[in-house]
């Protein structure tokens, strides 16, 4: 089978990530139970920062989120095992192209198998769904409600890797990793 991974959000911990850096730039201390009632994708909100404010924040700091954020727990050693199992594993991910030979060696530094032509970066949002489409992917994880939202009517099985902005999605979702393996044997 053909599995296709977003990479912010859905394998790596980047949103969380980031609200750590802003509370060690910020010198602020706000709780992380403020951060997983966040309705938003921004986080700035949970610091009284105004958009134009969390902007600023997220580029000036953009590079070390981006590529210091951690996988989430099992992220790693289930897709190592779906390739173990003989599947492929492609990843899409929207990060824009200036990004994209970085993105690729950190998700490959962090112990996700990533092999010759199955790493898609550079697209927008939006765009996903035909790169998407075009590979005749059979799962598909992603975090993005606008994302999740413009594949309906493709002839795959999409889940919503679960975070709180997207809670109310009706669509199935994966909160744990280890999940994925047991999906696949039903």
């Given at each position: ?86 599947h ?27 092999e ?12 996903k ?7 005749g ?50």
């Open positions: 089978m053909k599995f296709g991974f977003d990479i912010d959000d859905t394998l790596l911990n980047l949103r969380e990530h980031a609200f750590k850096i802003y509370n060690a730039k910020l010198g602020r201390d706000v709780g992380i139970d403020v951060f997983r009632s966040l309705t938003t994708i921004p986080v700035h909100d949970a610091f009284g920062l105004t958009v134009e404010e969390g902007r600023e924040l997220w580029n000036a700091h953009r590079d070390e989120i981006y590529y210091s954020a951690p996988p989430f727990d099992e992220a790693v050693e289930v897709l190592q095992e779906l390739v173990k199992q003989g492929e594993v492609y990843y899409v991910t929207a990060r824009t192209a200036e990004h994209c030979e970085r993105t690729k060696n950190v998700i490959e530094k962090a112990g996700f198998p990533v010759e032509g199955r790493f898609y970066c550079g697209m927008a949002d939006l765009e769904a035909n790169i998407i489409g075009k590979l992917l059979d799962y598909y994880f992603d975090d993005k409600p606008v994302v999740l939202g413009t594949l309906e009517g493709l002839e795959l099985h999409v889940y919503a890797k679960d975070n709180s902005y997207n809670r109310h999605l009706t669509i199935p979702r994966i909160v744990n990793w280890s999940e994925l393996l047991d999906i696949i044997k039903t």
